[in-house]
């Protein structure tokens, strides 16, 4: 069984980056199939991007190009994903989702990171 | 972008009753090479991380009660979870993987008891 914790709570002025880290462990596959979901406070979930097996390539949404980079340190089993240029929209929790089938769905999921944007 | 459009919103249900959620995308999640569609429900618990129910459609997660049922093909899809249960109160989302770029979500449907 995957596990994934991620770092802690984050408080960023307008215009600032933020940096989260996702740890792994219980994972056997040798693909990193790390993905980031964010969800506004009493929003839903959206889809920030990941890493496609398929393609080989990190995907990211559209909304988020230039704005986000998401990397791995496989020594270490740990994703993180840096947001830039923060907004006060950008303010909710930000998920990591492990696509351990390499599907595209997200069996495993971290306990979720709160990230404010505050001035 | 594929959108998915749920409905109801919310719905209050009594225990042991049914509850049905409906996922409309706007184009087919049906790949006719695997023949497979590619729809995902997940839930999520007030406080907490979502976790996945359903893939394919209707192939329930390892460990998922057999009261929740996938079904549906193409751009119709259905979650029934069958004699409610208070655990179940949550908020349910679908997913579609059909189209990568992006994946999306549907907008949620939170489950209540009546």
């Known amino acids: 069984q995957v596990q994934l914790v991620q770092s802690g709570a984050e408080v960023r002025k307008p215009g600032a980056s933020v940096k989260v880290s996702c740890k792994a462990s219980g994972y056997t596959v040798s693909e990193f199939t790390m993905h980031w979901v964010r969800q506004a406070p009493g929003k839903g979930l959206e889809w920030i991007g990941g890493?496609?097996?398929?393609?080989?390539?990190?995907i990211y949404a559209q909304k988020f190009w230039g704005r986000v980079s998401m990397t791995e340190d496989t020594s270490t089993y740990t994703a993180y994903m840096e947001l830039r240029n923060l907004r006060s929209e950008d303010t909710a929790i930000y998920y990591c989702?492990?696509?351990?089938?390499?599907?595209?769905?997200?069996?495993?999921w971290g306990q979720g990171t709160l990230v404010t944007v505050s001035s | 972008d594929i959108v998915m459009t749920q409905s109801p919103d919310s719905l209050a249900v009594s225990l042991g009753e049914r509850a049905t959620i409906t996922c409309k995308s706007s184009?087919?999640?049906?790949?006719?090479?695997?023949?497979?569609?590619?729809l995902a429900w997940y839930q999520q618990k007030a406080g907490q991380s979502p976790s996945l129910l359903i893939y394919?459609?209707?192939i329930r997660e390892s460990g998922v009660p057999d009261r929740f049922i996938g079904s549906g093909s193409a751009t119709d899809f259905t979650l029934t979870i069958t004699n409610l249960q208070a655990e179940d109160v949550a908020v349910y989302y679908c997913?579609?993987?059909?189209?990568?770029?992006?994946?999306?979500f549907g907008g949620g449907t939170k489950v209540e008891l009546k």
């Open positions: 890493f496609d097996v398929e393609e080989d390539e990190r």
């Open positions: 989702a492990m696509d351990v089938n390499v599907s595209l769905t997200f069996p495993s």
């Open positions: 997913q579609q993987y059909f189209d990568s770029r992006p994946v999306t």
């Open positions: 184009q087919s999640l049906l790949y006719s090479a695997t023949n497979k569609n590619y």
């Open positions: 394919w459609a209707s």
